[in-house]
């Protein structure tokens, strides 16, 4: 017997669960921890299932979920807090298909690490581009104090105000917005943020150029 075979002969979902703090009401009903679920909306026993968002499985796939990790460390992480009687022994027992169940989900932990980490490069550098956007807008605006009405009301200087509350808009977001706001940004808007920000920038520097000297 494998080592997922032997914890799931020990443990439902449903005791995982509860160890974990899960709140689950007498009829096995509970609010699903995988989205912002408001009612119950996920049956727990042996296994469970959320009707709302439609994951599902046993205790082992519980545990992966909330901690993220794979199932065979979620296996071994129930073994260990649970104090369950599994003898643990390196790959023992595995037959073809969970060794296989494990290298893709160590492969795909892997892959998923290197997307946040990609993400969260993409938040620091365009936060600082947005600033940097913000500065080079207050910049110029000091610049073109005392300087003829043509250069205050050009149409660049004007592009450059307008765009102001958008990017104030989208740092608020990216210093202090929930994970799934910032998602949303990256998605949507990650390529207009990096425009607008550049368009600043060289609209910021041809303003300077163009009324250097000027009285």
Known sequence: MSIFSEVKEHLTARQAAEGYGLQIKRNGMACCP???????????????HCF??????DAIDYVSRI?????????????????LPVDVKEN???NAQEKEQIRKEKAEKERIIRIQERFQMWCSRTTELLKDALVRIQETG?????????????????QMLHAEPLI????????MGETAEKQEVFIKDRREVEHLAE???????????????SA
């Not at 709302?52 to 499985?57: E, H, N, Q, T, Y």
């Not at 901690?67 to 104090?83: M, N, R, V, W």
């Not at 000091?142 to 004007?158: H, Q, R």
């Not at 368009?199 to 000297?213: S, T």
């Open 92 to 94: 023992a027992g595995f």
């Open 67 to 83: 901690f993220g990790l794979t199932q065979y460390e979620a296996a071994l992480k129930l073994i260990e807090d649970f104090s």
């Open 34 to 48: 995988f989205h912002d679920d408001k009612h119950p909306s996920m049956k727990i026993d042996k296994n469970y």
């Open 168 to 175: 104030n808009y989208w740092l608020d977001i990216l210093c």
């Open 52 to 57: 709302a968002c439609g994951v599902g499985g």
């Open 142 to 158: 000091i610049f073109l104090m005392g300087k003829p009405p043509d250069a205050v009301f050009s149409e660049e200087y004007a």
């Open 199 to 213: 368009k600043v920038r060289a609209a910021g520097e041809r303003i300077v150029e163009r009324n250097r000297g």
